[in-house]
């Protein structure tokens, strides 16, 4: 974390769980960087990891996290009822709610989140594309949502702070 305050146990979970699915802050903020970088001349990884450092203290991206994630390792586990068991294990194509979940943390920052969202959901670069991989066994239909969005969230924010718009 980017200082020493005091982290409760819904952000202390939230931060936990993404790290033991396999995502760092710095996967983030390297789709961050994927975003921005043509905007911003002199974009630096820092500034990167700042604004996702940022996005995870808002306690409805935190609720998202612990939300999304819990789905995804119940699936994994096969421990939900049918259907749901089979559309979350397999990323159902029509299963949108993942997507509604994702729109929760995207909205935190304004619109502009929404075309970054939707741009890296389609691209899949980076910590994306391994997360979308179904060949691992793990269920990540939930994560792969969760993380774009919060790359989403984070570009919105470095955005509006670099023209002056937001001071957060």
Not at 1 to 29: C, F, P, S, Y
Not at 80 to 102: C, H, K
Not at 129 to 151: C, M, P, Q, R, W
Request: net charge negative.
């Amino acid at each position: 974390m980017a200082d020493n305050k005091k982290v409760d146990l819904t952000e202390e979970t939230a931060r936990r769980w993404l790290k033991e699915r396999g995502v760092q802050i710095k996967d983030i903020a390297e789709l961050v960087y994927y975003l921005q970088k043509k905007y911003h001349e002199n974009l630096k990884m820092e500034d990167c990891i700042e604004n996702v450092e940022r996005v995870l203290t808002k306690r409805e991206v935190q609720n998202a996290i612990i939300t999304g994630i819990q789905l995804d390792m119940l699936a994994e586990k096969g421990m939900l009822e049918e259907p749901l068991q089979t559309i979350i294990e397999t990323d159902e194509s029509l299963y949108g709610v993942n997507e509604i979940l994702a729109f929760s943390i995207v909205n935190v920052y304004g619109s502009i989140g929404f075309t970054n969202y939707g741009y890296i959901d389609k691209q899949k670069p980076g910590i994306l594309a391994h997360l979308n991989d179904k060949s691992t066994g793990e269920v990540h239909t939930f994560l792969d949502d969760i993380v774009g969005a919060i790359a989403a969230a984070a570009s919105s924010r470095l955005a509006h702070r670099a023209a002056g718009i937001d001071k957060d």
